[in-house]
């Protein structure tokens, strides 16, 4: 036999029916053990945690910390500040230095120029726009002893040894120059012309044979001569003059305005005149630049007028003489 089951009340009998009232002590009883029973449960229970994965894996990388750009100095870059704290803008810095280093590059160059300019203008003379009827006229007409040319100029030395040096390197190139010592200094001629507008064309012309040319007005004279002597030079200056002016004009390439018949007139007096031999060396000089220039005209031989001015330069440095 099973025990029987306990109570969970008390059981009256009335009128015969029995009715049972449970008893609030037992059902409290009974909760409690119920939620402890719960409690229990609840400690037992199991708690499974998601395995790692790469995917759900979140990783907190700190931010490197920011560069700071260096500050350059320049227009509206940065500021100075005074000692009120006002800030000075730099710009205004680089404005004043550059003014002051611009007037020093100026003055250099001023002065550059300037010294430049002065160099030039020792050896060379500003020329007319054309060459005038009263140029070509003044190796003629000027009086006395006075000679005026229109040379080629090759360049200007202190000592004979350096302007020889010079000389040969352009007779080489199969140009004339004969050297001049006038004061102090030596000068290389190349050539001669009627005016100093033909003697700047003669020199552009000479360059195109590779040597440094400038033109220059110079005036020769003639010391110690006497009144006959200045009649005999007189007519020299004028065969010069002529001759000067036929070579140099054949030689750029253009038309020359000399009168031929009076060129020979004077020519043949000179031959019969009685000379003395500085004056007779002078007349050979313009008689071989006549027989050049003749011979240039049936060969058409460049050459021949060079050799024509090479005589006309020579006649120039006896008459210096």
Do not use: H
Request: aromatic letters at 8%.
């Amino acid at each position: 036999m099973g025990k029987p089951e306990q109570s969970k009340g008390v059981t009256i009998k009335i009128n015969g029916e029995e009715k049972v009232f449970a008893d609030k002590k037992i059902e409290s009883q009974e909760a409690a053990s119920k939620e402890q029973e719960q409690e229990q449960t609840d400690e037992s229970f199991e708690w499974i945690l998601p395995e790692d994965s790469n995917e759900s894996k979140i990783v907190l990388v700190p931010t490197p910390p920011k560069k700071k750009m260096p500050k350059l100095i320049g227009f509206g870059t940065g500021s100075l500040k005074s000692s009120d704290k006002r800030p000075i803008k730099t710009f205004m810095i680089a404005v004043i230095c550059a003014v002051f280093f611009g007037s020093i590059l100026g003055l250099i160059a001023v002065k550059t120029i300037t010294k430049e300019k002065a160099e030039v203008s020792s050896v060379e003379t500003p020329i007319p726009t054309e060459a005038t009827v009263e140029d070509k006229k003044a190796a003629v007409t000027e009086p006395g002893n006075q000679l005026k040319t229109f040379l080629v100029q090759g360049g200007v030395f202190s000592s004979e040894d350096a302007a020889r040096q010079i000389q040969k390197k352009i007779i080489e190139k199969q140009v004339p120059a004969e050297i001049f010592k006038l004061e102090e200094s030596y000068y290389l001629f190349l050539g001669s012309a009627e005016s100093l507008a033909a003697s700047k064309e003669l020199a552009l012309f000479l360059k195109s044979y590779d040597v440094d040319v400038y033109w220059k007005e110079i005036n020769f004279e003639a010391a110690g001569t006497s009144q006959e002597d200045e009649k005999t030079l007189d007519k020299m200056k004028a065969v010069y003059a002529s001759l000067a002016e036929t070579s140099a004009t054949k030689l750029r390439g253009k038309a020359g305005t000399v009168n031929g018949e009076t060129l020979k007139k004077n020519m043949d007096e000179l031959k019969v005149g009685k000379l003395s031999p500085a004056f007779s060396k002078m007349n050979d000089d313009l008689t071989a630049a006549a027989k050049s220039i003749d011979e240039y005209e049936t060969s058409k031989n460049e050459e021949k007028l060079f050799q024509a001015q090479e005589s006309l330069l020579n006649f120039l440095l006896n008459y210096q003489k």
